[in-house]
């Protein structure tokens, strides 16, 4: 089993930025969680591929909509994934997850990932 833990979220003005982290426990993060991406849902919507990341390889992908302005990146060594965002704006307000993969992939489909974090709340004011 892994666990995963998100922080970093907040209250941001539009054009500032934030950087959330999801930290990796459990089992092995580097055996069981090879493919890590970020989701987030906004109020009355569904919820949505942001980023992810081949955790060998670094391998990443975006959204169109954040494309440019969110970094996914990785740290093996701490077991924790990053999503630095730049040039927020008020749309990119929602509860942002973490998610995590049993197998080294990128993938945008929610439901290839095997483990979930909680969600932390990212809110742009405008």
């Known amino acids: 089993q892994v666990q995963l833990v998100e922080s970093g979220g907040g209250l941001v003005q539009a054009g500032g930025s934030l950087r959330l982290s999801c930290a990796a426990s459990?089992?092995?993060?580097?055996?069981?969680?090879?493919?890590m991406g970020w989701f987030r849902q906004a109020p009355g919507k569904e919820r949505e591929f942001v980023a992810a990341?081949?955790?060998?390889?670094?391998?990443?992908d975006y959204a169109d909509s954040v494309k440019g302005r969110f970094t996914i990146s990785r740290d093996n060594a701490k077991n924790t994934v990053y999503l630095h965002m730049n040039s927020l704006k008020p749309e990119d307000t929602a509860v942002y997850y973490c998610?995590?993969?049993?197998?080294?992939?990128?993938?945008?489909?929610?439901?290839?990932?095997?483990?979930w974090g909680q969600g932390t709340q990212v809110t742009v004011s405008s």
């Open positions: 998610a995590a993969a049993r197998r080294s992939m990128v993938s945008r489909n929610e439901y290839e990932y095997d483990y």
């Open positions: 459990g089992r092995t993060f580097s055996i069981y969680a090879m493919g």
């Open positions: 990341i081949r955790l060998s390889g670094g391998s990443t």
